[in-house]
T-cell receptor
């Protein structure tokens, strides 16, 4: 069974540009989460989807970040316009409805904003 | 507020030594989950274990063991007879059982096992 996949693995952009990150959860997982690790700090929660609905977006830093999960399958996280402090590793995770608390993570997207 | 502290930023040991990674947490919840994840050089976070707060029984899985002490709010992880393949960053995390499922992570401990 394929795990959580994320694309791209790395992205280098200039300040002010737009970047879109994609996450494909494990097949059949209704729950999808985004986290990020900035500058070697803790991994921090961004938001949680249940199918296509946003269950909790309390961790989204500001309105430059937009997450979508149309159709309840893959999700995208867009940063527009990107700022220097957005650099970090963005992780996606997914979990089953029956065991929602156990989240399985992807390899992350390393974003560098210059 | 919930908080997880992994005071050991980096640990380096020689292969076959035993090593313990510390995790201390803070929460006002009476029921919660605790987790350990491993991040090898490839980057993904690999799930290792989940414990419920109402189950303080220690767990052993091969060379790995976990010591949950509710009285001291600790959930320590011991690797016995360490191997080079155990080299990774290890994260401890906490989540409420009720409501939000978001994980609160510690800063991670980078473990290096030297041959």
């Amino acid at each position: 069974e394929a795990g959580v996949t994320q694309f791209p693995s790395h992205s280098v952009i200039e300040k002010g540009q737009t970047v879109t990150l994609r996450c494909d959860p494990i097949s059949g997982h209704d729950n999808l989460y985004w986290y990020r690790r900035v500058m070697g700090k803790e991994i921090k929660f961004l938001l949680h989807f249940v199918k296509e609905s946003k269950q909790d977006e309390s961790g989204m830093p500001n309105n430059r970040f937009l997450a979508e999960r149309t159709g309840g399958t893959y999700s995208t996280l867009k940063v527009q316009p990107a700022e220097l402090e957005d650099s970090g590793v963005y992780f996606c995770a997914s979990s089953q409805e029956e065991e929602a608390e156990t989240q399985y993570f992807g390899p992350g997207t390393r974003l560098l904003v210059l | 507020a919930q908080k997880v502290t992994q005071a050991q930023t980096e640990i380096s040991v020689v292969e076959k030594e035993d090593v313990t990674l510390d995790c201390v947490y803070e929460t006002r919840d009476t029921t919660y989950y605790l987790f350990w994840y491993k991040q090898p050089p490839s980057g993904e976070l690999v799930f290792l274990i989940r414990r419920n707060s109402f189950d303080e029984q220690n767990e052993i899985s091969g060379r790995y063991s976990w010591n949950f002490q509710k009285s001291t709010s600790s959930f320590n992880f011991t690797i016995t007879a360490s191997q080079v393949v155990d080299s990774a960053v290890y994260f401890c995390a906490l989540a409420s059982i009720q409501g939000a499922q978001k994980l609160v992570f510690g800063q991670g401990t980078r473990l290096t096992i030297n041959p």
